[in-house]
Structures are given as structure tokens and as C-alpha cells.
């Protein structure tokens, strides 16, 4: 089964919270990612950090049917054709290079680059890229940062993502500049390690009620 791309705006308005999945055991990939949509978290970012990963991202494009499964943890150039020929229809990348800039531009695969500071960020809105990742979001300086690149940087839409919780993502997402937020409290190891698709899919339900402010 084929799968386009999917442009990076429409996947971070999919839903408030994209959830960041590590996936070791390729059993878990596709019950996962059902009970995550299922949730009413559709975009799913399989982080590349394990040799099931791209395996993984597979599995779910061909058998969960509303996932729009994306690849994050992107840092080599070369990830960004195994992950779209794996089935991904989006990329998260930490941090950026020049390399994978120039990869993403060159290829039009649809990027969401990493950005900590308002260099960083600057750089890539010259790019061409205005959805940008502000990890570690916590970090980072957290949701007081990212207030405060609102105004000299406008343009720039942003999802955060590290050291996010349940109880502090409504505060990122009151932000005008932030779309939605990615986190990995959807899918605690416990739960995923016992199976129990009921728990994530519970705690994919409780992120309905948060809304972005733009």
C-alpha cells in the first residue's frame, strides 16, 4: 500500500498532542498505534532509536488505518528516504544540519526540523521553514521561551516537545505561536510492556479537551 506525504501543518493540527513512541518490540507497533487513534491521536512519531523502528513505521502505515505515522529522531540525511520508503508521512528531526536542510529542501520530504534558540530558529524559517520543533522544550527554557520568540519571530508555528506532561501541555498550547505539543506520556513503558492498549487509549481521550490557541 502507498502512502503520500503529508504536509506538516495539516499533521500538527491533526490533534493538541502528537505522541513520541519508541517501539522495541515490533508485536507492540501496530495494538499501539490502534489505541492511539482510537484516542483521537492520530499522528503518530516513531522516534528512530531502535532496529525496529522503521519496521515498525510499516506495520502501522499498512494496518492501522487513520494513523498518519511519522519517523522522528531524523539526523542523517539518509534516514529521510528510508523513513518515507518505510511508509512515514512525516519527519521530526532533534536538531538541524546544513546536510539534512538540505536534504529536506532538496527532496520536499515534509520535515518538521528541531530549533532550541532564535538562531537556530532563524535559520530555518530561511529555509523555508516556518512549522518548527522547539526541543528540549523543558530544557529549553520552556513555555516562557517560546512566549518570548512570539513577537520577533511571528511567522515561526511550533511544537515542543521534551519534558512535556499531561498537567503543563495546556500551558504550551495557550500559546499564540504553538500548534500542538508531542509527548510520551501517552504510552508509559508499563503499560506498553503489559499490553494494556486500554490505558493508552485512555490517555490519548484525555488530550480531546486541549486546544491550541491558534
Known amino acids: 500500500m502507498t502512502h503520500i506525504a503529508t504536509t506538516i501543518e495539516t499533521v500538527l493540527t491533526l490533534a493538541p498532542v502528537i505522541p513520541v513512541v ?14 492511539l487513534v482510537e484516542g483521537g491521536t492520530p499522528a503518530i512519531e ?15 502505515a499498512a494496518e492501522v488505518p487513520g494513523a498518519v505515522v511519522g519517523a522522528g529522531t531524523i ?23 546544513d546536510e539534512l536542510v538540505r536534504e529536506a529542501v532538496q527532496s520536499g520530504a515534509p520535515l518538521l526540523p528541531g530549533a532550541a534558540t532564535a538562531s537556530e530558529a532563524m535559520r530555518l524559517l ?24 512570539a513577537a520577533p519571530l511571528p511567522q515561526i508555528r511550533f511544537c515542543p516537545t521534551g519534558g512535556i506532561s499531561a498537567q503543563d501541555a495546556p500551558t504550551y498550547l495557550r500559546l499564540k505561536n504553538v500548534l500542538c505539543v508531542g509527548g510520551s506520556w501517552l504510552t508509559p513503558a508499563d503499560a506498553v510492556a503489559a499490553g494494556d492498549w486500554e490505558r493508552v487509549r485512555s490517555l490519548a481521550r484525555a488530550t480531546a479537551g486541549l486546544r491550541p490557541a491558534v
Open 22 to 35: 519508541t517501539i522495541a518490540d515490533l508485536r507492540h507497533a501496530v495494538p499501539l498505534a490502534r489505541a
Open 46 to 60: 516513531v522516534t528512530l532509536r531502535t532496529p525496529t523502528a522503521l519496521d515498525a513505521i510499516r506495520l502501522i
Open 75 to 97: 539526523i542523517e540525511p539518509r534516514q529521510i528516504g528510508e523513513a518515507l520508503a518505510a511508509g512515514a508521512r512525516f519527519l521530526v528531526s532533534p536538531g538541524t544540519t
Open 126 to 149: 530561511a529555509a523555508g521553514f516556518v512549522f518548527q520543533k522547539f526541543f528540549p522544550a523543558a530544557a529549553a527554557g520552556g513555555a516562557p521561551a517560546l512566549a518570548s520568540l
